[in-house]
């Protein structure tokens, strides 16, 4: 059974990656998408009577608003936030690591879930029924060496959900975690990295699918998946 059809889903950082996998299979399920990100490039790229672009920056609490505000001007309340957008920036070593580069971090990551966590449940919690998926990461549940600081804000993130999950539990609204492990996306830039062990960005839009094509009676806190030529590799 298809639960997508006509479901009004805000993504964020759907304009790349994840975000514009995950937005072309909604689509596909006759779902009505209202894509938050800082370009327009997935309106741009794909032609869709039940796809709308906005553009905003998810650490500006104004832009967030006037999102949420457009996409129920333009679909209605919506039923499932899809948080997507997210950066990481190379920061090995900590003791060389400036100020603006964690902030950027934790302002994205953490503070941007926040804010589309908050304006969704003022249109979700009145219903008493809404899905959040949260695209953390690995990242959130096991440490990195190499990334302290990136881990730090997916550690945090996946807090935040945890703790929404309980709150919202008696209200009806369900909260997930999609922690993928490394992902063939934008995210690496130019950084040599073996990409042939890594996820597709197909494959995390199937597993969130996965996710949200679930009744609602059903609830899935977090769902971990790597794939196994990176595992044996470790």
């Not at 032609?47 to 553009?55: D, G, I, M, P, V």
């Not at 996306?185 to 199937?206: C, Q, T």
Request: glycine share 8%; charged share 20%.
């Amino acid at each position: 059974m298809n639960y997508l059809q006509d479901k009004v889903i805000f993504i964020t950082g759907g304009s790349s990656g994840i975000g514009k996998a995950a937005a072309i299979a909604l689509l596909d399920q006759g779902a009505k998408v209202f894509d938050f990100s800082r370009t327009h490039q997935l309106a741009d790229d794909v032609t869709h009577e039940n796809l709308r672009s906005f553009q905003g920056d998810v650490s500006q609490e104004a832009d967030v608003i006037a999102g949420f505000t457009a996409c129920q001007a333009t679909f209605g309340p919506v039923d499932i936030l899809l948080n997507n957008a997210g950066i990481g920036l190379i920061t090995t070593d900590l003791s060389t690591t400036d100020l603006e580069t964690y902030e950027r971090m934790i302002t994205i990551n953490m503070r941007g879930v926040f804010l589309c966590n908050r304006e969704a449940l003022k249109q979700m919690k009145p219903r008493k029924q809404g899905h959040i998926v949260t695209v953390i990461s690995m990242g959130g549940q096991r440490t990195n060496p190499t990334a302290p600081v990136y881990c730090a804000s997916k550690f945090g993130a996946r807090g935040l959900s945890s703790g929404l999950a309980d709150q919202v539990l008696k209200e009806g609204i369900r909260v997930t975690d999609v922690n993928p492990g490394p992902t063939d996306s934008n995210y690496w830039g130019d950084r040599k990295v073996a990409r042939e062990k890594f996820l597709k960005v197909e494959d995390v839009a199937r597993v969130i699918l996965f996710v949200l094509n679930q009744p609602e009676y059903v609830l899935i806190r977090e769902i971990n998946f790597d794939n196994m030529k990176f595992l044996a590799q470790s």
